[in-house]
């Protein structure tokens, strides 16, 4: 059984940054793409970005430009640095693995099973 823990998240302000860490815990567990999604209050789960096993991303039209992805294969970690947060950006943001096959993707099913979330809150 593998987990993927998310990290990082809390308060700040507008204009502020955060930077997201999500490593798995337990069991045996293959860093392909890995990819963020994220879920306000009251909306519907969104795609974020993610990121090739070799480090080539993909980003959401909302984030691009502001949001980073990046990886450690080597510490087997995925991180979301996150600067100009906007309020829009509250939500509970989320990691998982993408399923085979392993090209971009934005669609939420084409992923594995996600974390428990953290929390990000902007405030205006």
């Known amino acids: 059984q593998v987990q993927l823990v998310e990290s990082g998240g809390g308060v700040v302000q507008a204009g502020g940054s955060l930077r997201l860490s999500c490593a798995a815990s337990g069991g045996t567990f293959s860093w392909t793409r890995m990819g963020w999604s994220r879920q306000a209050p009251g909306k519907e789960r969104e795609f974020v970005a993610s990121i090739s096993s070799g480090g080539a991303p993909d980003y959401a039209d909302s984030v691009k430009g502001r949001f980073t992805i990046s990886r450690d294969n080597a510490k087997k970690v995925v991180y979301l640095q996150m600067n100009s947060l906007k309020p829009e950006d509250t939500a509970v943001y989320y990691c998982?693995?993408?399923?085979?096959?392993?090209?971009?993707?934005?669609?939420?099913?084409?992923?594995?099973?996600w974390g428990q979330g953290t929390q990000v809150t902007v405030s205006s």
């Open positions: 998982a693995a993408r399923r085979s096959p392993q090209g971009p993707s934005r669609a939420l099913a084409d992923f594995g099973s």
